[in-house]
Structures are given as C-alpha cells and as structure tokens.
C-alpha cells in the first residue's frame, strides 16, 4: 500500500465547476504539500500546511490530521487550470530529513 | 533568475553511457533534495544534502548513482552505465534550512531534467 494515496486518478470537468481532490496517508507527518505539475515536469508548490485550511485565491486546502486526510478545492474552475495536481508529506522522522513522500497525482483536465 | 535551475532540461544517452545533471539551488538555501518522477508516477526521492553533506541517499536505486555537491551549492547527480529503466524526469528541490515546522522549510523544485535511455 502507498503511503500516500490521491482520488482521483483522474478527473474531467466543464469550466466553473467545483473540484475536490483528496489525499490520505498512513505515515505521521510534519507537513503536507499540495503541488502542481504542468506538461513538461515543472512543479509549483501550492500550500504547505500542517493544520487547518488555507486559501490562495480559487484554490483552498483543507488537512485534518486525526484522520490523515487532506483536501484541495478549486473553485469557478477554468481550462488553465488543467495540470497534475500532487499531494506530498514530509515525515519529517528518523532518518528522512524531511523528503518528500508523493502521491501519483491526480490529473485534472478543464474543459471549456 | 531566482529559481532553482536544472541543466540539461532534456538528455538523450545510449545504453551505457554516463550522465551527469546539474541542479542549481536558490542561492543561499540550504538544503537540497533529489526526485526520480518515472512516466506516470509521482515523484520519488533519491538523496538529501544539507550544505555540502549528503546526509540521507537511501534512495538512490543501485550504485551506478551517485551526487555531489562540494561547495554546498551546485549539485550534479551523475548515473553511470545508464540502463532503460534510468528513463525518468529527474527533478532537483532546494530550501531555506531543515527543520521541524516553518514556512522557511517549503520546497522549491527546478523544472527538471528528461533523461531518455535507448
């Protein structure tokens, strides 16, 4: 099982639609990354967050972490927005150091 | 520019051949890590530096990999005798320090480098 696991995998939806992708771990955490990933590998981190919910614009993150679970919302969503969307948590325990643990993604696709 | 930069961004090698990829930091961060994304995964860590110390690289895949960075800036991940399953984007991050919680802590990665074996 991985140790950190997003859904969807995939998701297509009409321009202005709200959308939820999900992400849920199993191991203790010091903080949870949601980061974006377009065509050609580049990644933008969006929100590092350890509590609560957090709000850039049309983008909210939400983590509770009694049950290892976070969200990320994207509202009046638009076609620019089409990328990878990746979840990813830094144990931050023993000998990691703080890497990153990434989920495979969720690939959102915005249709016009 | 005040980014992480990554060089080559795309790499073509024969089975074989040796590789070396480069990874610029933002200046003045101190830590460095290195992800192997293969086609349709997330990305996977590789190695950790904080300055110039390779503190944690138990995730290089065998010992055809390897990464330096003697100055505690600049870090090249070199693979030697590439194989097919090397194939991957090959993404470097870098931040301000490590430490248990902070803003200062994000990661910021470079646009990676596309290393293609035939």
């Known amino acids: 099982k991985n140790e950190v696991e997003q859904s969807p995998q995939n998701l297509t939806a009409q321009e202005g639609e709200f959308i939820t992708i999900n992400c849920s771990y199993s191991?203790?955490?010091?903080?949870l990354h949601w980061l974006q990933q377009h065509p050609g590998g580049g990644i933008v981190s969006l929100f590092m967050?350890?509590?609560g919910k957090k709000k850039h614009g049309r983008l909210i993150a939400t983590i509770n972490i009694q049950e290892k679970h976070s969200s990320l919302h994207i509202t009046a969503s638009h076609p620019r927005d089409s990328a990878v969307y990746i979840c990813a948590v830094r144990s931050g325990y023993g000998g990691s150091q703080g890497n990153l643990i990434f989920g495979k993604g969720t690939k959102l696709s915005v249709k016009p | 520019g005040a980014g992480v930069s990554q060089s080559p961004r795309y790499k073509v090698a024969k089975r074989g051949q040796d590789v070396a990829l480069r990874c610029d930091p933002i200046s003045g961060h101190v830590s460095l890590f290195w992800y192997q994304q293969a086609l349709g995964q997330g990305p996977e860590f590789l190695t950790y530096?904080?300055?110039?110390?390779?503190?944690?690289k138990s995730g290089l895949p065998s010992d055809r990999f390897f990464a330096e960075r003697p100055e505690g800036s600049v870090s090249t991940l070199k693979i030697q005798r590439t194989q097919q399953e090397d194939s991957a984007v090959y993404l470097c991050a870098s931040s301000l320090s490590f430490g248990a919680s902070g803003l200062y802590n994000e990661q910021f990665f470079g646009p990676g480098t596309r290393l293609t074996v035939l």
């Open positions: 967050l350890s509590s």
């Open positions: 191991v203790g955490i010091s903080a």
């Open positions: 530096f904080q300055n110039e110390a390779q503190l944690d």
